[in-house]
């Protein structure tokens, strides 16, 4: 247990609305596919708007930040292993200060949809870049670009508050 922000103490445990899914791949003569997200299998407030990929270096980090309005759904499914830190310090949640650790990608394909008011992050943990999908519900900066980026982070806070192992 750690004390990361003033009176709040995180332990490990699951967080309400955040959903974690195994993926799955579909193999062939002519390759593989994955499927990402299906609407069917999915909340629509959840629906992706856009979607890009990242590629991160080992041992590099992204995050931790979290967004007031923004869902992000992220898809690990390599070619490198990254480990998803997530923490609740949402005032009303129910799962308020609890945080979950996973290892996702390559060994473990996830996707993970987060809701807004968790803050999450990730490091690359492999020996190689890692692609990572994002498929948010909200458009980065809104519509034409022109709206303030909906993003909140705590990567250069002093002293820092979501710490990464």
Do not use: C
Not at 1 to 20: N, Q, R, S, T, W
């Amino acid at each position: 247990m750690a004390e990361l922000e003033p009176g709040l103490k995180y332990v490990d445990g699951e967080i309400e609305g955040v959903v974690i899914r195994a993926l799955k791949f579909f193999h062939d003569q002519r390759g593989w596919l994955i499927e990402i997200f299906r609407h069917d299998e999915l909340e629509k407030d959840r629906w992706p708007t856009m979607m890009y990929v990242s590629s991160t270096l080992p041992g590099v980090a992204r995050g931790p930040h979290e967004h007031v309005d923004q869902t992000d759904g992220f898809a690990f499914i390599g070619p490198s292993d990254f480990r998803l830190y997530l923490w609740d310090s949402r005032p009303d949640s129910k799962t308020r200060g609890h945080r979950t650790i996973i290892t996702v990608g390559a060994s473990n394909p996830t996707s993970v949809w987060v809701p807004p008011g968790v803050v999450h992050a990730y490091r690359n943990v492999g020996e190689v870049p890692g692609l990572v999908f994002n498929t948010p519900n909200r458009l980065y900066a809104g519509w034409g670009k022109k709206e303030p980026v909906d993003e909140i982070r705590h990567e250069d806070a002093d002293p820092p508050r979501f710490v990464l192992d």
